[in-house]
């Protein structure tokens, strides 16, 4: 993967802004805005959750087309549990957004992420939106980031460079997380923080094969992540191609829709890593893999499955090698797990196989659990498949943020 | 039901005893026995894990019979993940206990609970074996259930008398719980603290109608449950009926077993909500109801999806009454919910309905959110099912707790 400066601006046609407006009490941006300067194939991928914001629902309908060209989201509120003011609200946004870039209220995609249930300061968004275009930028990439933020303390944005063909093709990103992050997206479907990521693309490419390779990015990456095994509301990533690149257009079932796979799932992994270093309360963060599974889909169940663990994940906090937990979550997955055959690392060191532990050098053990980036490791011995979730500790300090997020 | 005293040694030709041998460093009891003068009709369900105790693989076997006469068990080690020696140390200590109570081995059923591979220390649980058989009492119950306390900190114990037909017939039962506490206990299956529960009746009750009334008992109270949403590996519960109440045999699918199941789910639901007030760290009790659900299976679905939301119990935890997360939650359960359709009540506050909050007075919601006891109904509006779960928050002490557990 090819890294490039610029984020979702980077791709040729591409702008960004972001500004505060106020739906925020604090001074940081709340809105963001991605405009592209011609109509883009579009596709997205949506919460499973059946308790949808608005912004959700209405994205689904506009993507039926396959057809967008900017995007507009907003923080500090998630717009979710409005009732139908809730949708009237987004709807207005649309339109306000729309009028000003002179193109057709369906070609705008929205998003939101904050509190369930509160209504939108309408008015402010509203107001704010002329001064939020009129500042699109090829510079505007991170303060777009910037305006999707919530809890999170690190602006999250990526971009690379890839060849289709003989053409240089570009891919931008950015995203948000920090906390309510057990993504389950799909393409067309249904499930709160919120995990949002905008990508913008110059690329080229088929409407069938920008899904695919969306729904295939997002498998290995976004939702293989866990903060808190909360599912959001809000969960969105989307993806506007505009083909400004004039790549040999990208085609299902393609070499080169391998590579345009390639470096997005790089960029996807990359931003999922950032959301768990940047999670709520987190002073550490683990990596789980899970090796020789019978399926992939028996990898995924049990490497999330482990990563979900709140014993696990309080063992973690308080540098606790307690392995026996992660054995439990593994074995509470719905997979074949047998655990005669399971064998687990900890960083470097064999601690459980034959269906018990082998630790002979406690101490070394303790040093591997203290350490701010753990690698689990574990391998059941059944199968040819893997998958490896991330996640971080169970913190006094998550639970303390959390007893008081809307107080 | 009509409550008596003695636990698991109220019904006829039943004993108990508890002891401190040394598995636990504390000076708590940590051996438990429960044994019938008679052989029984045995019955249990067991954590639906698959990495699963010594104990658990054994039990299954002894139950092929239906039949069995003791319950050995110890806190302090769940003697699991310790490999083929853990299966030698529960067939040394069933073979003991049979000599001693002059008893078949495959008669004997055996329990443990504690951190998760640590061999035991098996010694000094032989050489105690003689006192705890030699202190058999009717009046041991109380003394059993400290022996398989790990950090509970009440003693869980419970009696009561049912007619069938001119006969009283009595139940009585002991339980322990604390952490590690999201059972999904199953007839003959696999699921870690641990979740145990020894029942005792002196019924005589015909083998199948004995697995229906357990099975059906524990489904809407210890399956309904969650402190963690951690699964253990030792979740079980026994059931020992010995006849000695020489009342009409209770058969399937009859009047008596309908008796014999309210009486015993009146039990289980006693004992499960003294688990979730137990619980480690906890500093409030939680009651999930959910309503008019399109099935039974959505209603518990949604209810423990409710209660396992770490989000909503750092909320509890800090009285914010954050409504949202309990909405976000019920939408992230594998069932047919509907936000339009779904209406939230905290206490007797109705926060939310037409997809959207309702409420005006925030006071009075602060001041439900911040009692120790709270109720939250979801009705779902799509169905004639209901199913109540019970949790408690997510405090800084369980962090705290458990993150410094083995060490």
């Known amino acids: 993967m090819k890294k490039i400066h610029g984020g979702v601006a980077s791709p040729l046609g591409f702008k960004a802004s972001g500004m505060h407006c ?52 907003n923080s500090g509120n998630a717009n979710c549990m409005t009732g139908k003011q809730g949708f009237r609200h987004s709807k207005e946004i649309i339109q306000t957004v729309a009028h000003e870039l002179k193109v057709s209220p369906k070609s705008i995609l929205i998003a939101a992420t904050g509190v369930i249930g509160k209504l939108l300061p ?13 500042n699109l930028s090829r510079k505007g990439s ?37 906390g309510m992050i057990h993504p389950e997206m799909a393409l067309s479907s249904r499930k709160h923080a919120t995990l949002l990521c905008f990508v913008t693309t110059d690329a080229a490419i088929e409407a069938e094969a920008l899904r695919s390779a969306l729904s295939a990015a997002v498998q290995d990456s976004f939702n293989l992540i866990t903060i808190d095994r909360d599912m959001s509301t ?35 992994l990359a931003l999922a890593k950032l959301m768990v270093r940047d999670a709520e309360g987190a002073t550490k963060f683990v990596e789980i893999m899970v090796k020789n599974a019978e399926s992939a889909t028996d990898a995924r169940a049990v490497a999330r499955s482990v990563a979900s663990s709140n014993l696990l994940k309080c063992a973690l906090f308080g540098s606790d090698p307690n392995w026996g937990r992660i054995a439990a979550a593994a074995g509470s997955a719905a997979a074949n797990v047998d655990p005669w055959k399971m064998r687990i690392h900890i960083g470097n060191i064999l601690v459980v196989k034959n269906g018990g532990g082998v630790v002979r050098d406690n101490r070394k053990l303790d040093r591997i659990f203290s350490r701010k980036n753990i690698r689990i490791v574990v391998d059941l011995g059944v ?8 996640t971080c500790d169970l913190s006094t300090e998550y639970v303390r943020f959390n007893s008081a997020y809307k107080t």
Chains 1, 2 share one sequence.
């Open 22 to 73: 106020g739906v925020r009490v604090s001074r940081r941006n709340d809105l963001a805005l991605i405009f592209s300067n011609r109509p883009c194939q579009a596709a997205g991928v949506f919460t499973t959750n059946k308790v949808q914001a608005s912004c959700v629902v209405i994205n689904k309908q506009h993507l039926i087309s396959g057809r967008a060209q900017a995007i507009i989201a």
């Open 122 to 134: 309408i008015k402010k968004i509203l107001t704010a939106i002329p001064e939020l275009v009129e």
């Open 142 to 178: 991170a303060r777009a980031a910037q305006g999707i933020m919530t809890t999170d303390h690190v602006v999250k944005e990526v971009a690379a460079e890839c060849m289709i063909g003989n053409r240089p093709v570009r891919i931008g990103a950015i995203a948000k997380g920090a």
């Open 234 to 268: 809000n969960d969105m990533v989307l993806v506007l191609a505009n083909g400004a690149a004039r790549n040999v257009r990208i085609e299902k079932d393609s070499k080169n829709l391998e590579k345009f796979v390639a470096t997005l799932s790089a960029l996807f």
């Open 383 to 390: 199968g040819p498949s893997s998958a490896t979730a991330y």
